[in-house]
């Protein structure tokens, strides 16, 4: 449109028709689109920006075998598209002497025809359900100095049913599957540059979550999983086409869950080599 603005429109449409089984002759059709608008202006050319879109979208969900609380009138189950509304502003500059990069982004999503499991029949679901998703994203990226290389990032995520079924009983609750509210990251990576070792490179990252709740209902109550911080570390070294990395996930040895209505445990100190020849 201008030197400093741009603006950028589509429409997707998808059309699907099948059936919910090799074994059904009736069809299942279903149309759907999805349209996307952004704007970009230039505040300083190449340097800072601001930005907005709106985005729809949308997911075909796969029929599903279903039965009367008792496992009896088993049946094949088709559902509508899964879709979702997203807003978004942001802004994104570089800094110090383009050395450092960060985005900064608020948004809001909401999401309807979900598809909830059914509380009072575990062999059906339900669909109809509408989840709003609001946060904001910080990530930053940067070279301060040849060979250092940094990465960071921080995500905060507010979650709520907005529409379900009484029987659900988790209107106005997060969701399980929303996960933790809060996310971190941050890595920072150093090869050096000249001398006996050059090549060599050493990095070492941090990354955690805050608190989550696997099961928030009403009448079966919440299950809640401690937040949870672990370290990853890495040392590796280039010689012509030759490389070797060794990596330790989870250095501190850490016990941390994850789940969505369930407890997993996830994977205790890790110790990786690899080796990579290039032609």
């Known amino acids: ?15 699907l028709v099948g059936s919910t089984s090799t074994f059904e002759a009736e069809k299942v059709y279903q149309t ?5 608008f952004g704007l970009v202006y230039q505040l300083m050319p190449d340097r800072w920006v601001v930005f907005a879109n709106y985005l729809n979208g949308f997911v075909f969900l796969d029929p599903a075998i ?22 978004e502003i942001g802004t994104k ?8 990069e960060a985005t900064l982004s608020l948004y809001t999503i909401d999401v309807y ?63 399980e599957e929303a996960g933790p509210a809060n996310l971190f990251n941050a890595w920072i990576d150093y090869e050096i ?18 608190s989550q709740r696997s099961l928030n209902r009403l009448t079966l109550g919440a299950m809640k999983l401690p937040s949870y911080t672990f370290l990853n570390g890495v040392i590796g ?18 016990k941390y869950f994850t789940g969505n209505a369930t407890v997993n445990p996830q994977a205790l100190r ?6 990579n020849y290039s032609f």
Do not use: C, W
Request: charged share 20%; glycine share 8%.
């Open 1 to 15: 449109m201008s030197e400093r603005l741009s603006m950028m429109m589509s429409i997707r449409l998808d059309h």
């Open 32 to 36: 759907t689109y999805s349209p996307k």
């Open 66 to 87: 279903t039965s009367d609380p008792d496992g009896t009138n088993r049946r094949i189950k088709p559902f509508d598209p899964e879709q979702a509304n997203q807003f």
């Open 93 to 100: 500059a570089k800094l110090f002497a383009n050395r450092l």
């Open 113 to 175: 025809n979900k598809l909830m499991t059914d509380i009072t029949n575990t062999q059906n679901f339900k669909q109809g359900g509408k989840v709003n998703s609001k946060g904001i994203e910080l990530t930053l990226h940067g070279t301060p100095l040849p060979g250092l290389t940094i990465i960071g990032g921080y995500s905060h995520n507010y979650n709520q049913v907005t529409k379900s079924e009484p029987s659900d009983a988790n209107l106005g609750l997060r969701p």
């Open 193 to 210: 540059q000249a001398g006996t070792f050059k090549n060599l490179n050493i990095g070492m990252g941090v990354f955690g979550a805050s």
């Open 237 to 254: 070294y280039q010689l012509d086409q030759y490389n070797v990395r060794f990596k330790i996930d989870n250095m501190l040895n850490r």
């Open 270 to 275: 890790t110790f990786l080599v690899s080796f």
